[in-house]
C-alpha cells in the first residue's frame, strides 16, 4: 500500500518583469514576446506540496511553521515586491517566463529542503494559468 | 518534468438523452438533464501540455499558439452550440464525460500537429460541483 502523503502549503508574491532574450535588441523582443516584452507584473500564487510519511510522533510529514520560514527566507525575500529580471540573478539568458520561473523556484526549494522532501510545485502566474513542475 | 495548464472555457447546451432509451428511460436515469428543449453550461476547459521549454520562447508551447490551437479544436465548434447536434455526439450522449473525451481526442492531434509539446491531460468544469478528467494526472 502507497503510504506516502502530501502536505501542500500556499504562498503569494508580487514582482514585476519582462520578457527579454538577451541576443535581441528592444525591437527585436517586441516582436517575439510581444506585449509581455513590456514590463509588466503579475500576483503570483506558489503551492508547494512536500511527501513523506507522517513522523509517528508529531503526525506530521513537515511542520508547517518551519516550512512557513522557509518559503519566506527562500522565495518572499528573493521575489516579493521585486523585478524578476533586474532583482534577481536568474533571468539573464532566459526570459521570466511561467515555466522558466516555476523551474527556477523549484530548484532553489529542491536545494533548500531535505533530500527527496519537495514532491511538486505549481504556479499561478493568474487565474487561468498554472505550470506544475515535479521531479523526472 | 513540467507541465503547462490555461484554463478555457465555452458555453453550450445539451440534452443528457440516449437515443436507444424511451423518453421514460431517460427522465429515469438522467433526470432534469433530460429535458429535451436542453440546457446549458459554462463548460470550463483546463488544458495541459508538457513538453521541453523551447528557448526561443522560454515557453513548454507559446501562449498564443495554445490559444488559436483550443480556438481552432474547441472554441469553434462546440461553444454557443447544442452539443447534441454535433459529430463527436451522434452516438454518445454529451455528459461531461464524453465531451471530456471528445475534446481530449481534439486537441490531441492539433497538439501533435502543430507543437512539440503532447498534450497531458484535459479537465472538464462542468459546474462548480462536476468535473472530470481525461488523460494522466501526474
Same mark, same amino acid.
Given at each position: ?7 501542500? #502549503?500556499?504562498? %503569494?508574491?508580487?514582482?514585476?518583469? =519582462?520578457?527579454? +532574450?538577451? !541576443? &535581441? ?43 512557513? #520560514?522557509?518559503? %519566506?527566507?527562500?522565495?518572499?525575500? =528573493?521575489?516579493? +515586491?521585486? !523585478? &524578476? ?52 | ?138
Amino acid at each position: 500500500m502507497d503510504s506516502q502523503v502530501r502536505i501542500t #502549503r500556499a504562498i %503569494e508574491f508580487s514582482s514585476s518583469l =519582462r520578457y527579454a +532574450h538577451p !541576443d &535581441l535588441d528592444a525591437a527585436a523582443n517586441r516582436e517575439r514576446f510581444g506585449a509581455a516584452a513590456s514590463r509588466h507584473g503579475h500576483n503570483y500564487r506558489l503551492e508547494v506540496t512536500l511527501q513523506g510519511e507522517p513522523d509517528p510522533v508529531t503526525g506530521m510529514v513537515a511542520n508547517l511553521a518551519d516550512l512557513k #520560514r522557509l518559503l %519566506e527566507r527562500e522565495i518572499v525575500q =528573493r521575489f516579493d +515586491h521585486r !523585478d &524578476l529580471n533586474d532583482d534577481t540573478p536568474y533571468f539573464e539568458k532566459i526570459p521570466p517566463t511561467p515555466e522558466n520561473l516555476a523551474q527556477v523556484i523549484y530548484e532553489i526549494l529542491d536545494a533548500a529542503l531535505p533530500a527527496g522532501q519537495l514532491d511538486s510545485i505549481r504556479l499561478h502566474p493568474d487565474a487561468d494559468l498554472f505550470v506544475d513542475v515535479s521531479a523526472g | 518534468m513540467i507541465a503547462v495548464t490555461k484554463r478555457y472555457g465555452f458555453p453550450a447546451a445539451h440534452v443528457l438523452a440516449s437515443r436507444e432509451l424511451s423518453p421514460e428511460e431517460n427522465e429515469a436515469i438522467f433526470g432534469p438533464c433530460a429535458n429535451p428543449n436542453g440546457h446549458g453550461h459554462n463548460y470550463g476547459v483546463e488544458v495541459t501540455v508538457t513538453g521541453p521549454i523551447d528557448p526561443d520562447s522560454g515557453q513548454v508551447v507559446p501562449e498564443a499558439t495554445l490559444d488559436e490551437i483550443y480556438q481552432a479544436a474547441v472554441a469553434e465548434p462546440f461553444s454557443h452550440r447544442l452539443l447534441n447536434d454535433l459529430e463527436d455526439f451522434a452516438t454518445r450522449v454529451p455528459t461531461a464525460e464524453n465531451i471530456a473525451v471528445a475534446i481530449h481526442g481534439r486537441l490531441a492531434s492539433a497538439v501533435r500537429r502543430s507543437t512539440r509539446a503532447r498534450l497531458l491531460r484535459v479537465r472538464i468544469v462542468e459546474t462548480p460541483r462536476n468535473s472530470c478528467v481525461v488523460g494522466e494526472v501526474k
